[in-house]
């Protein structure tokens, strides 16, 4: 998959997303330095991704923070226009190849989540907190 990647901290992510477009994260907007989930910023770093040929906007989103070998994924949005394409598991992959992550937290914050987490090995383990651990 043609599917290029950028590390970013979070003003340079803000004044991308500005620039790109918010409409196409529903989730997104609610975790800048002005929405609601803003305290959530701190030591987080921005993976941003560009499937190409496709033209357009951003198509996929993860906001984490990285302690030792574990990351907590805070957001992880895929652009509603293009899910279903494997731009997430893709994604999802090279996060973990690039962070050198042996394991990842998150929180499945609706239905779909869940069963996108679910897909792709990871393990619920309370109400709504999923976990992937490689060996």
Request: proline share 1%; charged share 25%; glycine share 6%.
């Amino acid at each position: 998959m043609n599917l290029s990647y950028r590390i970013l901290d979070c003003h340079i992510f803000e004044s991308y997303m500005a620039m790109e477009g918010w409409e196409s994260f529903p989730l997104l907007k609610s975790y800048t330095t002005d929405g609601e989930f803003s305290f959530l910023l701190k030591d987080c770093q921005f993976m941003i991704f560009d499937y190409k040929p496709s033209d357009g906007l951003l198509k996929a989103v993860c906001i984490y923070r990285k302690i030792c070998d574990t990351l907590s994924i805070e957001l992880f949005e895929v652009n509603k226009d293009y899910r279903q394409l494997g731009i997430g598991t893709y994604a999802m992959e090279r996060l973990m190849i690039e962070t050198g992550a042996k394991t990842v937290y998150l929180d499945a914050k609706n239905a779909n989540a869940e069963i996108f987490w679910k897909n792709i090995g990871m393990k619920k383990i309370d109400n709504q907190t999923f976990c992937l651990e490689t060996l």
